[in-house]
């Protein structure tokens, strides 16, 4: 069966204070694809990365950045020097080719204070 | 601009009432989705139309009904609206299957009393 877990429901900082998100997988497909979304208080659904089983090269854009780590089965954000407008419920996901539907995990929702 | 758009935003209906919920995409996507957001439990699948011409059942089908119009549109049908339906309504759609990201709508806040 496949899983997502993000264990951290909410998590709460301060601005300029780095922090991450958790995301554990679990998935029998050698061939998988994993997701994070951003849902601010807005409530739109936001697309910010995608990564597939093959490429375990982190990723980093401006601020934000994520560690594949498939020893470990998780695929962590971590967004440095936080800002109030990073204020939102980020979400991880997990694809593969024998499934046609994202599998999602709970969420996280994330609380930068000024 | 291009994307998902989902109509209405927001919506209140009495038990029993019927409503459809409109998703329109203008992005040539091949395939389309329907979610629904409750709080704590993330997105739940509950139709997705691979292509055209096709519908599936996700993971909670019950009460709700699809229909793929053309390359374009996918609404979703509540026949007898139950206050568990309370929730808000996510349309997606995305090139192939979900393995290459979604684009969401906006959302629709559904209420029932």
């Known amino acids: 069966a496949q899983k997502v877990t993000q264990a951290q429901t909410e998590i709460s900082v301060v601005e300029k204070e780095d922090v991450t998100l958790d995301c554990v997988y679990e998935t029998r497909d050698t061939t998988y694809y994993l997701f994070w979304y951003k849902q601010p208080p807005s409530g739109e659904l936001v697309f910010l990365i995608r990564r597939n089983s093959f490429d375990e090269q982190n990723e980093i854009s401006g601020r934000y950045s994520w560690n594949f780590q498939k020893s470990t089965s998780s695929f962590n954000f971590t967004i440095t020097a936080s800002q109030v407008v990073d204020s939102a419920v980020y979400f991880c996901?997990?694809?593969?080719?024998?499934?046609?539907?994202?599998?999602w995990g709970a969420g996280t929702k994330l609380i930068i204070k000024p | 601009n291009a994307g998902v758009t989902q109509t209405p935003k927001f919506q209140v209906l009495k038990t029993g009432q019927s409503m459809t919920l409109q998703c329109a995409q203008d992005m040539n996507h091949n395939s389309m989705y329907w979610y629904r957001q409750d709080p704590g439990m993330g997105l739940r699948l509950i139709y997705y139309?691979?292509?055209?011409?096709?519908?599936d059942k996700g993971e909670v089908p019950n009460g709700y009904n699809v229909s793929r119009l053309n390359k374009r549109e996918f609404s979703l049908r509540l026949e007898s609206a139950a206050p568990s339906q309370t929730s808000v309504y996510f349309c997606?759609?995305?090139?192939?299957?979900?393995?290459?990201?979604?684009?969401f709508g906006s959302g629709t806040r559904l209420t029932v009393v």
């Open positions: 997606a759609s995305s090139f192939r299957d979900g393995n290459y990201g979604y684009t």
């Open positions: 996901a997990l694809g593969s080719d024998s499934n046609y539907q994202l599998i």
């Open positions: 139309s691979a292509s055209e011409g096709t519908t």
